[in-house]
Structures are given as structure tokens and as C-alpha cells.
């Protein structure tokens, strides 16, 4: 009998191996196709079969999948990144298979796209504008009315992304988007946007259900890390109405529904304002499965290889996601206690980015992140308790770069104050 085959363009780094897992459980033989499979550990260290090639070349891929049907019984192919999930709805169509609509999916990712068919929904946005150079930009910024958030037309994981509060900031932050730092997918525009500003809440959703609702904190400004969440978000029955009536309007007005999504939201003196649809999981995957034992990562593969998908909760408790942000960039000497927090009662995950010798370069998005730790319980109050304390038992020394590159400053070393 033909082997079932299950082919994921791009791995991840926080998901891969939960699908490589997921498509396990499922019977499922994973292939991954990668421009460089050596990016993602748990290849070789689960022995997953990945192949190189070009994954921005969309023929390359086409040959590559008719290729492997000749061995294997393709019963689906699936993406987890953003700059791949529009060639995935792609490859779908073309081999017949369940997957994301490529159109929708590439006018969700335009971000200006985006907001211009919210707009026309009725769907309550922040004032926006699109520049393509720092004239443009200034004026956009003065029109919208400071302080504004600039951020590239097309990208992901906030990258590029800024709060900028007077006209200055503004020139900065253009220049850095419009200079040889920042890398575009496509030809330079700029996203001008009212910072709209209230608690911040992300719906998520698979099909056209709203499977729950976190609240998450970020960094410190300009940038928007996110530093800690909590799934399910503390809030009323009708403010979870609210937002869960919005979600699945901007599905409709995006032309999206199939599989999963996640939108942004900042609850603002006008109420929810939508900040961002995401067609792809979201982040919170595993808070998902920890609250209410719903396995978003699953039951995407399930509709993937054309099965139905089974939302309905098994139980009901409070999870609490801290991400492990260091304050300086310097040379890490090292970092500890992660051991001793995974073996606290109610912790369910510390996983560390980085050791000892690490570059650490604060660049103001995901990749800031040292690590993580997720916990709980069925107490908010309770898990709250549980991740502060995992939190404490970890710390790690910084030493600064000095002004002539990577000596030490000092002979003194910075320890997190977390």
C-alpha cells in the first residue's frame, strides 16, 4: 500500500515539531520542503525526510510535489509561515487538494489590501494611509495625526514595526524601513497608522468559529513584542460577543474561513478596533490545547488531508505565556534555572532561544525572545502565582558591547531583573 504523505513547505521553529507530532498521531508520513532544512533542528533529531529546494520558486515546488506523488499518496500539503501560506493555497489548487484560498490569502497579507476591504465591510479600523517614500510618509503621519505606527505593507512577526511619536521618530523610523536594513518581499510601501490605543486581544479562530480569545501585553514602546498572554482573555460575555461577532465579519469581508485565522484587536474608547487578520494558526496554539484541550495544530492537519475537525473543549483552565525578554544587547555569559522552573507543579513548558555566548541584538519583534514559559491552572489568580515563580528561579548574565565592538565594557556582568 502507498504510504500516506503529509508535505509542509517551510518548517518552524516554535511549531514544527508540534506538527511533526500532530501528522504522527495522524498516521501521516511528514515530508518537509525547505530552501535550507539545516534552519530547523528537529529534522535530523526526529529524522524527518526534508528536501531542498527554492520555495520561492513555485514551479520548483510543482516538480517537487509531482515528484513525490509518484512514491507517496499526497493527502495533503500545509505551511505554518506567513511568507509561504499563499503558495501553499496555491499548490492545493493545482494538485486538488483542501487548503486556504491563494487569493484571499495574498490580499490578507498586503496589509493596505487588507484594511481597504475591512474598510469597505464597515469594519471598525484605525486611520490608514500607504507612502512609498519619506515625503509621502511625513504627510500621511501629519494627516493621520501623531502619534502613528509605521510598518511595512507586507511582513510578519512585527518586523519593522513602530510606534512613532512626533515628526522626528517618523523620519527615523522611514529612513531605517526605506534603507539596506530592512529586507522587502516586494517593492517598498509604508503603512501609516493611527496607534490605536487600549488592552489587546486576539481572536482565534478555524473555519468560521471563534475557538477563544486571549489578552496580551507587549514590551516596552516603540516596539511591539509581546511579552506575556493569557488565553482565556479576562472578559465579559458581551465583550467576548463583540469581538467574536467582528472576527467572523472580517473573515466574510477577506473572502477567508477555510482552516485557521487570528485577528487583532485593541478595545478602545470606541470599542474594538481590528489591528491585524492573520490567515495562518496563530501563536497561541498551545494555550489553546492547555486551556481547553482543543489541538489547533491537529485539527488544521485534519482539514488539510480533507477530514472534519473537532473543536469542542474537554475542559475549562487559565493559561499565562511569558516570553524571556533581555533589556540590553551584549554578549549572554550565561543563562540558568530553566530545569528548575519546568519541574515546578502547574508550569507546562520553559523552553529556551538561546546559550551561553549568544549575540544578543534587540531588533524590536519576535526575535527578541530568549525563551518562554507557559503555565496552568484552573485559577487565573492561581496560574498568575505559577508563572511568577517559574519566572524568578530564571535568570542569566548580559555583558554590553563596548563601543569598539564585542569586549566588555566592564568586568561587571548584568543580571536580569526580568
Not at 530552501?35 to 527554492?54: H, K, S
Not at 493621520?144 to 513602530?162: D, E, Q, Y
Not at 501609516?192 to 489587546?200: R, S
Amino acid at each position: 500500500m502507498t504510504r500516506r504523505a503529509l508535505i509542509m513547505v517551510e518548517g518552524h521553529r516554535d511549531y514544527g515539531q508540534l506538527c511533526v507530532q500532530a501528522a504522527q498521531r495522524l498516521g501521516l508520513h511528514l515530508i518537509t520542503l525547505s530552501a535550507d532544512p539545516t534552519c530547523y533542528d528537529y529534522l535530523a533529531a526526529e529524522g524527518i525526510e526534508a528536501i531542498r529546494v527554492d520555495t520561492g520558486n513555485f514551479d520548483a515546488l510543482i516538480h517537487e510535489c509531482s515528484r513525490l506523488r509518484a512514491t507517496y499518496d499526497i493527502a495533503g500539503i500545509t505551511g505554518v509561515k506567513d511568507a509561504v501560506y499563499g503558495t501553499v493555497g496555491k499548490l492545493c489548487r493545482y494538485f486538488d487538494l483542501p487548503g486556504p484560498n491563494p487569493i484571499a490569502i495574498e490580499r490578507c497579507c498586503d496589509k493596505f489590501t487588507q484594511r481597504q476591504l475591512l474598510s469597505d465591510a464597515g469594519a471598525p479600523i484605525p486611520a490608514y494611509r500607504v507612502a512609498a517614500d519619506a515625503t509621502e510618509v511625513e504627510s500621511c503621519a501629519t494627516e493621520i495625526c501623531l502619534p502613528v505606527i509605521l510598518k511595512p505593507a507586507l511582513g510578519s512577526g512585527s518586523i519593522g514595526v513602530r510606534l512613532c511619536r512626533n515628526l522626528d521618530e517618523v523620519a527615523e523610523h522611514t529612513t531605517y524601513l526605506l534603507g539596506e536594513k530592512h529586507i522587502w518581499r516586494s517593492s517598498p510601501r509604508i503603512l501609516v497608522e493611527e496607534f490605536a490605543q487600549g488592552p489587546h486581544y486576539i481572536a482565534y479562530t478555524m473555519g468560521t468559529e471563534v475557538v477563544g480569545i486571549a489578552a496580551s501585553e507587549f514590551g516596552p514602546p516603540p516596539h511591539f513584542v509581546y511579552r506575556e498572554s493569557t488565553f482565556p482573555a479576562p472578559l465579559t460575555d458581551d465583550e467576548q460577543e463583540r469581538i467574536a461577532d467582528i472576527s467572523l465579519s472580517c473573515l466574510r469581508a477577506l473572502g477567508l474561513g477555510w482552516g485557521p485565522a487570528c485577528i487583532e484587536f485593541r478595545w478602545t474608547k470606541r470599542g474594538p478596533i481590528v489591528i491585524e487578520v492573520n490567515p495562518r494558526l496563530p501563536g497561541g496554539c498551545q494555550m489553546v490545547q492547555l486551556a481547553y484541550g482543543v489541538d489547533l495544530i491537529t485539527e488544521h492537519i485534519k482539514l488539510v488531508i480533507g477530514d472534519k475537525c473537532d473543536l469542542r473543549r474537554s475542559h475549562s483552565d487559565f493559561v499565562i505565556w511569558r516570553s524571556l525578554l533581555p533589556d540590553r544587547d551584549g554578549i549572554l555569559n550565561w543563562i540558568d534555572g530553566d530545569n528548575r522552573a519546568a519541574s515546578e507543579p502547574g508550569v507546562a513548558m520553559v523552553k529556551l532561544h538561546v546559550k551561553p555566548k549568544t549575540r544578543i541584538v534587540r531588533k524590536g519583534d519576535f526575535r527578541d525572545s530568549m525563551g518562554e514559559v507557559i503555565a496552568v491552572s484552573p485559577s487565573r489568580a492561581r496560574t498568575e502565582a505559577i508563572l511568577q515563580r517559574a519566572v524568578d528561579l530564571i535568570a542569566w548574565s548580559i555583558t554590553p558591547f563596548s563601543t569598539l565592538g564585542e569586549q566588555e565594557q566592564s568586568t561587571d556582568s548584568y543580571l536580569s531583573d526580568r
